[in-house]
């Protein structure tokens, strides 16, 4: 099956710094890369998502990049704000159905 | 719209007692998936049905775990007898048939403590 690693497991920014997370992914097959937001005791929500035909996504402050031969993808977070702070995961999935999580990594934006 | 509902949010039991989760989709999301997350960690599948049927539960320990989805709406998720390790957070997510966003919606999950 798919195999998902996220790095780095924590990090801590200054505000209006820019925060990357990296995860990697085994399955070639696989064509979707969501990335969710855990804020503390609550449940995880969907931020920003790509798919294996596009290189490059952004809104607003994020963006995601995907690089399907070396299969990697990266959150990237502009302009950090304490609000930013939670636990963040990368996904990826073959069919739409299937999902395959990263470890997480927790940011913290000092203000 | 009413998001994924899940109870109890949180469970204190004592180990080889039973335990039950219960989960509400999103009307209309015909697809609906049990995760477990541990501390630290990124939600692991236990189960994905798609309507009533449960078409992957590779990753659920049957010697102890049982779900059902009667109706193919509500779900609930049973741990019997419960072991200290299964003290974690389990999450019930939804997404609906045939979706291109691949979306997943959660619910906020039931805390389980197993002392």
């Known amino acids: 099956g798919e195999n998902v690693e996220q790095h780095p497991s924590t990090l801590s920014v200054q505000e209006g710094d820019s925060a990357v997370i990296k995860c990697t992914y085994s399955?070639?097959?696989?064509?979707?890369f969501p990335w969710y937001k855990q804020e503390l005791g609550k449940r995880p929500q969907l931020i920003i998502d790509i798919r294996s035909n596009v290189g490059e996504k952004k809104d607003q402050r994020i963006a995601v990049t995907l690089n399907k031969t070396a299969k990697h993808f990266s959150l990237h977070i502009t302009e950090t704000q304490p609000e930013d702070s939670a636990v963040y995961f990368c996904?990826?999935?073959?069919?739409?159905?299937?999902?395959?999580f990263g470890t997480g990594t927790s940011l913290t934006v000092i203000p | 719209e009413a998001g994924v509902v899940q109870s109890p949010r949180y469970k204190i039991i004592e180990k080889k007692q039973p335990v039950a989760f219960w989960c509400n989709p999103i009307?209309?999301?015909?697809?609906l998936y049990w995760y477990l997350q541990n501390l630290g960690q990124g939600p692991e599948l236990l189960i994905r049905?798609?309507?009533?049927?449960?078409?992957?539960d590779s990753q659920l320990p049957k010697d102890r775990f049982s779900a059902e989805r009667l109706k193919g709406v509500d779900s609930t998720l049973k741990i019997q007898p419960a072991e200290l390790g299964d003290s974690a957070v389990y999450l019930c997510?939804?997404?609906?048939?045939?979706?291109?966003?691949?979306?997943?919606?959660f619910g906020e999950g039931s805390r389980l403590t197993v002392l």
């Open positions: 399955d070639s097959a696989s064509n979707y």
């Open positions: 049905y798609e309507n009533e049927e449960a078409v992957d």
């Open positions: 996904a990826a999935s073959v069919t739409g159905n299937q999902f395959y």
């Open positions: 009307s209309g999301h015909n697809t």
């Open positions: 997510a939804s997404s609906p048939r045939g979706q291109n966003t691949g979306e997943l919606f």
